[in-house]
């Protein structure tokens, strides 16, 4: 422990101006406000081997943060945090519980304190610049290979882009896993064999949730969800004669059972187009008769391939689009939007399974915000309803996770989101 971690303590209070004061001394001795527990036990004790966690300062101002502070002290722990954030504090770090910053502040019921706030606002920028980094394929350049390059007279290319130690400690921002199998990578998916059990649909071997049946109600949801594009614009309740509804990922069809549901209890006609690109779902599909189903229009292949197709030919547009794949990630997402703008109706609704960041309800919040921002760069606005899912970590005899790899979902919170184009 050195003397800056000490200072996140906040043992003194009243919490005053002057820890600020003491913060920037201890920067401008050139001590980094990023220097960890770990690393400070392992100077004193001679040790050389890397840590395996990062337990930062930010991690201490969140376990220590008092529940007690006024309006006042709680300023200055808001200018405290501006600092370390300012001076490279990672909002997704872990620490040596295997926590984040924000997720200790989660598990001190302190998810509504400025400082989460703050720490969420920096996960939104950070993503954002990770973005525009890999974008442009900005190269970073190591401390040595600088010092090489300045003392040589033709500087090399540097190799390769420099892994941060810190990128192992990080907290996943995407759905799936890391590693290149099934879950995260769509061609190794699409030729993996899948089985359905009787509450889920699973990879055959390695055991990944496909689909689980306790994302029932919110697949309901979705379904509503498309069916309120039918209404035409400023209409109370005058429907299209005609609604197309898309929904991309059949799974174990779900939603689309509801959808079949909503399409006989409305007066309008319903085109229901499916996409489905596993060969095993679509072997289901013909199995339980959807293909032979009257207004039922099977997409078989990727949506990649498949909308493509559909906007070349023109003359399909969609009251609803629903998204809910496996084995995709963000960036595929920010890839169908453009699909969306082409191919939703004036006064259609889009609307996904919202699992992006949930295994950490703090990446759960800082994607909550970049959705929004990203759809607002294509003039679609998100509105999310906050609904409860009790019950979806348990089971009578169990975890609803227990036959599963790993779960997707930790959150009691799920964010259901309802995009529009904007001013409609
Ligand atoms: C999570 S499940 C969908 C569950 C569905 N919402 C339900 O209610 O049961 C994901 C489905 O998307 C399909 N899929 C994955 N990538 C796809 C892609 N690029 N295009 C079309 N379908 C895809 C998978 O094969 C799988 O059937």
Redesign the pocket.
């Known amino acids: 422990m050195s003397d800056l971690h000490d200072l996140c303590h906040f043992t003194e209070r009243p919490i005053t101006k002057s820890y600020i004061t003491t913060l920037r001394q201890y920067l401008k001795l050139g001590i980094p406000l990023t220097y960890t527990v770990e690393e400070a036990y392992n100077y004193t004790k001679g040790i050389e081997t890397d840590p395996t966690s990062t337990t930062t300062p930010l991690h201490l101002v969140c376990r220590h943060y008092p529940e007690d502070a006024t309006d006042d002290e709680i300023k200055i722990v808001e200018e405290f945090v501006s600092v370390l954030l300012e001076y490279g504090a990672g909002w997704c770090l872990v620490d040596d519980k295997g926590d984040t910053p924000g997720c200790t502040l989660v598990k001190r019921e302190l998810r509504n304190s400025p400082i989460y706030r703050q720490i969420v606002e920096s996960g939104v920028r950070a993503e954002l610049l990770l973005r525009k980094v890999e974008e442009y394929q900005v190269e970073f350049i190591e401390e040595d290979q600088i010092e090489s390059q300045t003392n040589e007279t033709q500087p090399e290319e540097p190799e390769e882009h420099i892994e941060t130690e810190a990128k192992d400690q990080e907290a996943s921002t995407s759905k799936y896993s890391e590693k290149p199998d099934a879950a995260c990578d769509?061609q190794t998916?699409l030729s993996t064999k899948l089985e359905y059990t009787d509450d889920a649909?699973l990879t055959k071997d390695a055991k990944d949730g496909?689909?689980m049946d306790w994302?029932t109600d919110l697949?309901h949801l979705g379904a509503q969800s498309l069916f309120k594009g039918g209404k035409l614009l400023d209409s109370e309740s005058e429907l299209d004669s005609e609604i197309n509804v898309l929904?991309?990922?059949?799974?174990?069809?779900?939603?689309?059972t509801k959808i079949q549901e909503l399409a006989a209890q409305s007066p309008s006609t319903v085109t229901h187009y499916i996409?489905?690109?596993?060969p095993d779902?679509l072997l289901k599909m013909r199995k339980d008769g959807w293909y032979d189903k009257p207004n039922v229009v099977v997409l078989e292949?990727?949506?990649?391939d498949q909308l493509d197709d559909i906007l070349q030919k023109g003359g399909v547009f969609f009251n609803g689009i629903?998204y809910?794949?496996?084995?995709?990630h963000y960036e595929d997402m920010l890839e169908l939007f453009d699909y969306v703008v082409g191919l939703l109706k004036p006064h259609g609704v889009f609307s996904f399974?919202n699992g992006l960041g949930a295994d950490r309800w703090v990446v759960y919040d800082v994607y909550r915000k970049l959705v929004e921002l990203d759809l607002s760069n294509y003039g679609l606005s998100c509105v999310y309803t906050d609904v409860n899912i009790p019950n979806h970590t348990k089971k009578e005899d169990g975890s609803v996770w227990d036959d599963v790899k790993r779960s997707y979902f930790e959150c009691p919170v799920y964010y259901h989101p309802e995009i529009r184009f904007i001013d409609i």
């Not at 996409?275 to 596993?278: K, L, R, V």
């Open positions: 769509q998916y649909l496909v689909m994302e697949m929904n991309i990922g059949f799974g174990m069809g779900i939603i689309d996409c489905e690109a596993h779902v292949g990727r949506w990649q629903y809910d794949t496996f084995s995709e399974f």
